[in-house]
């Protein structure tokens, strides 16, 4: 028989399972229809688990989920989401995670619910992806916490209660590294996903325009290209120039034989930059007017 994941004393919310979900008191355990479409919506990450399927798995999941000390590191802020689907997906400089809810703590909320199928036959079909994702964003967050130091960030965004220590966290989380792929949801399989990544897969495999709405920090994005962009600028009008200068040398009304190849190349550069010239400042508007289309089709749709 399946256990949770983690022992009953290194439980991190001993908080007693009477009427509410722990972390949720309006949420009543007596309505199991309503507590079961409030878990799907909490825990749930169906369409990423089709759209991952079209993703080359890892090698290795522990190396496609950075800790958070490493985020920061890249400079990369993070941000909470209560949205399941978009936990631990990246938009540039950006990182989306779900905090850890109270009752995924609590060793008595695995015993009755999460693991209630294995009670109950007739309710595998409801509870068996249930207990998939649970065990998948739990493991998620040993990957991300491996440090006190991650531990600190955690607190500070608020992904775990502050009364979790260095040493609970640890002897809580023992275990969850020993959760194998096949235990959890086809998503949790991979590790850090790229948002606009899935905003493409959604157009071919979930049949509509994006998968998650997504507003990214561009201009950072493209600072990075700024400086190799005005390196090739310098070189080309240097080489310009220079040919400039050679042509200008040439005699009006005679030019001899050996300087008909270097006017030939002269031309053929000068309507090469014009044309590189031409399509770069073309990109650069269609870029942000393909944004422009979409919020255009999203309001329409």
């Not at 991300?144 to 775990?160: K, M, N, P």
Request: positive net charge; glycine residues 4%.
């Amino acid at each position: 028989m399946a256990e949770p994941p983690f022992n009953i004393r290194d439980q991190l919310d001993s908080s007693p399972m009477q009427d509410t979900l722990p972390g949720f008191p309006n949420i009543s355990l007596q309505n199991s229809h309503a507590l079961e479409e409030f878990l799907g919506k909490e825990i749930l990450v169906s369409e990423l688990d089709d759209l991952t399927k079209h993703l080359p798995l890892p090698s290795n999941v522990s190396t496609a989920i950075s800790p958070l000390h490493y985020h920061r590191f890249k400079a990369r802020d993070i941000y909470i989401i209560e949205d399941p689907g978009i936990h631990l997906t990246r938009i540039f400089d950006r990182l989306f995670l779900k905090p850890i809810p109270r009752y995924l703590l609590s060793h008595a909320f695995w015993s009755t619910y999460v693991l209630l199928a294995q009670q109950a036959p007739s309710l595998v079909a409801r509870h068996d992806p249930l207990r998939r994702a649970a065990k998948g964003f739990l493991r998620s967050y040993f990957y991300l916490i491996r440090y006190e130091s991650d531990l600190h960030i955690a607190h500070e965004h608020g992904l775990l209660p502050d009364s979790v220590t260095w040493e609970k966290w640890c002897a809580f989380s023992a275990r969850l590294d020993r959760i194998p792929d096949a235990e959890v949801s086809p998503r949790y399989r991979h590790g850090e996903l790229d948002l606009p990544r899935l905003n493409w897969l959604a157009k071919i495999y979930l049949h509509r325009f994006r998968y998650r709405e997504s507003h990214g920090r561009r201009g950072g994005n493209l600072r990075r290209f700024y400086e190799p962009l005005l390196f090739l600028f310098g070189v080309l009008s240097l080489i310009l120039s220079a040919m400039q200068v050679g042509l200008a040398a040439l005699p009006d009304l005679q030019i001899s034989d050996s300087w008909v190849g270097f006017v030939r190349l002269c031309r053929w550069i000068a309507v090469v930059t014009l044309l590189g010239m031409g399509m770069l400042l073309l990109l650069l508007p269609a870029q942000y007017g393909l944004v422009l289309v979409s919020r255009i089709l999203n309001v329409i749709c």
